[in-house]
């Protein structure tokens, strides 16, 4: 069982940068390989990227590509999410999760263990 809890959110400025945290309990946290999400008002859950469980390699939706940063420190049992260059459009809430290996490593499905979420709110 892996328990996650997402901070780090806020309303800033487009053209700000963000680094959202993901703090996982439980000894297990280092085997799974992680998750960030996203979900805007009204849309689906849209993968952001992801980190395998050693943190060596990681991979991101074309559109974040170049702005979004995935890292990960097993010691502290901590996923993170850097943001840089904001714009409107990544208005949403942000979830971390914890990846199966079932799936793809872009599905929701995929993710067994989900965060609450943290806002994120860019202000143009």
């Known amino acids: 069982q892996v328990q996650l809890v997402e901070s780090g959110g806020g309303l800033v400025q487009a053209g700000d940068s963000l680094r959202l945290s993901c703090a996982a309990s439980g000894r297990t946290f280092r085997n799974y390989p992680m998750g960030w999400f996203r979900q805007a008002p009204g849309k689906e859950r849209e993968f952001v990227g992801t980190i395998a469980s050693n943190g060596l390699s990681t991979l991101y939706a074309e559109s974040v590509k170049g702005r979004f940063t995935i890292s990960r420190d097993n010691a502290k049992n901590t996923v993170y999410l850097r943001i840089n260059d904001l714009k409107p459009e990544d208005t949403a809430v942000y979830y971390c999760?914890?990846?199966?290996?079932?799936?793809?490593?872009?599905?929701?499905?995929?993710?067994?263990?989900w965060g609450q979420g943290t806002q994120v709110t860019v202000s143009s």
């Open positions: 999760a914890a990846r199966s290996g079932v799936g793809t490593y872009d599905s929701v499905s995929a993710y067994v263990y």
